[in-house]
């Protein structure tokens, strides 16, 4: 079970997929050509998610842990 709590701000996000690029498996472009989170996914860890929300160019990508702790941007 995932202890980041993951979710993208879609007023932010512009559709760059930098995220897709880093962590394919739990990012993915919806109708609107704006990222979603997979959350059912383990299959990229834990720090290849927090790389793709670095990796994004607008800070879309907000990340908690498990106590609600802001990780990412901070």
């Known amino acids: 079970m ?5 979710w993208v701000d879609r007023d932010l996000c ?9 962590a394919p498996k739990t990012f993915v472009l919806d109708s ?9 996914t383990v299959e990229d860890t834990d720090e290849n ?4 929300a ?4 607008v800070a879309a990508i907000i990340i ?3 106590n609600g702790n802001r ?3 901070k």
Do not use: H, Q, Y
């Not at 998610?49 to 793709?52: D, G, M, P, S, T």
């Not at 670095?54 to 160019?57: F, Q």
């Open 32 to 40: 609107e050509a704006k990222a979603i989170f997979i959350d059912t």
């Open 54 to 57: 670095k990796a994004c160019p």
């Open 2 to 6: 995932r202890k980041l709590k993951v």
């Open 49 to 52: 998610i927090i790389e793709a």
């Open 64 to 66: 908690e842990d498990e």
């Open 14 to 22: 512009i559709g760059a997929a930098t995220c897709i690029a880093v």
């Open 71 to 73: 990780i990412f941007p």
